[in-house]
């Protein structure tokens, strides 16, 4: 029941390289939150980010290279209206292919990144790099063009790299930021807003003793051979727990309500949030929206698990805390310094004319197991792979020639997954309920629409959606970084 649930949730995920950083950590609490700068489009919904590599102060007066969107890690958040499309050109400055997807976009197949079709860096070919099997991937560009029609519930959403075998060090090394998509209705619905809206996106790193960001694999730049694997297998954490890229920061806040826009952008780590007052009084995390935007009626939780490449909107009321207090953010999962997060400190007693209304969004689908035409059984375990290690999908590794997955559009389907470990589960172009958890209802925290749910050790999780939207090759996949890097992949064709 419940308990046993809970108890697998406090579970640390099955744990994998645990980088140690060769510096000393900075004291929490004292760097301010940074809020990742909003993208200015270059013209009437269009945008452009230069992807380059950037020396950045992440810990007070070292100095990082990263891979950046625009020089920043969080890269730029684009906002943008539902049902009015863009057009996002990247251009590749970095010495590495990339690729850019955007999680949780309802997004046409030339748009969705797929995982061989690359934007070229500068100097074009590079030798023995790996395209896949796929004609369509012999494309050489520097920039590349997505378009995003949008048509899709408002929510936060986020753009990332998604590159075969390497999502995971060019997200470490930070390419990753926030999309967020507003439309009229959720504006006056009278939710927290402007600086009382705060987009947090988490995210662990270790930092090597010449302050680079330490990933156990080779330098990805020096590693573009099919086959040669990192050495990690459970995915990649590190003791450096980053908020909007700052570590364990603080945030002055008024006594009122906010609304946290939290995504797990952490490879592999696994939180369970809860806000605390020091002096121990808990307050309520209530959710109003999953990845897919709106639940239908807020959802009130003590602490909350957040999987890698999960968003939950969240309002916190820090009214009732004196001003002068502090209020903790901390992960229950975590051992040490991983145990913190970030501070808000309450400053002054100020108005507050936002709400939380009992009934948020009254068009969530309601498909019903009944509606479904196909049942179909995915398993997601570790296995051989050629000689090696991998993880794998019903018993395969990711093979881009395959159609794993072939639906019609329009098809309602339910998935049941299986998981061995921790695996967060991710489908490309849809939003998907949870019907069930080890054969019982769902949990607190599965409500709403999705894009990823976390399957927890041992643990069977059905889902329920529709296929819709648009036909072509998508994806669906592991969103540990490193179990899809080792081949925890499967293709999506809807015909
Ligand atoms: Cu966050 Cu396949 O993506
Ligand atoms: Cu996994």
New binding site residues.
Partial sequence: GLSASAALARRPAATGAQLRSALPLPEPYRTPLPIPPVLRPAGDGRYTIAQRETVMEILPGVHTPMWTYEGTFPGPTIESRRGRPITVTHRNELPVPTVV?L??GRTPAASD?YPTDLILPEGGHHAGMHMGNDPRAVVSHVTRDYTFPLEQRPTLL?Y?D?RMDF?GPAIWRGLAGLHIVRDDAEENLGLPSGPRELPLVLADRAFAADGSLAYPALDPTLQERPGVRPAYLAGVQGDVILVNGAPWPVHEVDAARYRLRVLNASNSRHYELEARTDDGRRLDLVQVGADQGLLAAPVVHGSLPIAP?ERYDIVVDFSAVPAGARVRLRNLLGEGRTTDVMAFRVARRAPDDSRVPPVLCTDLPTWRRGDAVRVRDLAFRAGRMGGEHGWLIGGRPFDPARADVTTALGDVEVWRLVADVHHPV?L?LVGFRVLSRRGRAPLAHDAGLKD?VSLRPGEAVEIITRFEGYRGRY???C?NAEH?DMGM?ANLEIT
């Fill in positions: 997807h999680h949780g990144g986020w990332h998604h999502t490449a991710h490309h990823t994806l669906f996949h969103h899809e992949m």
